[in-house]
C-alpha cells in the first residue's frame, strides 16, 4: 500500500495574510518628505546614544602604529639632490601661476574701469 502525502489545511486566514503581503511586495515605496526623513534620523540617533558604547579592542592603537612603520619602510624617499629639483620647481610654478592671475585679474580690472568709468 503506497503511503499518501498529508497536506496540511489551510485556513481562510492563511490566505488573506499571503495576499495582503504580496500585495505589499509589489507597491512602490512611498517618497518621504525630507522632514520625515530627518525626523526618522534623529530618532536613529538617539536610539543608538542610549546604547552601551562597545569595548575596544586591546592593541588597536599598537597594531596601527606597527601597519604605519610598516608602510613607511616601502616608501622610496628622494636624495637630497632631488629634493632640491623639485623644491625649485614647485616655486617655479607657483610663481607663474602668480604671474598668470596678476595679469588676468589686471586686464579685467582694466576692462570694467573701461566701461563704467
Partial sequence: MAKSKT?????????KASSIL???????????????????RA???QKNKNKPKEKREKGRLKEY?????LEMRK???PTRAELGSYTVVVLAVCAAFALLFWGVDSAVLA???????
Fill in 22 to 40: 504580496a500585495a505589499e511586495e509589489n507597491k512602490k515605496p512611498e517618497k518621504k518628505s525630507t522632514f520625515s526623513r530627518a525626523q526618522e
Fill in 75 to 77: 616608501v622610496v624617499w
Fill in 65 to 69: 602604529f606597527r601597519g604605519v612603520k
Fill in 43 to 45: 530618532e536613529k540617533r
Fill in 111 to 117: 576692462g570694467i574701469k573701461a566701461i563704467c568709468f
Fill in 7 to 15: 497536506t496540511k489545511k489551510r485556513k481562510n486566514s492563511d490566505y
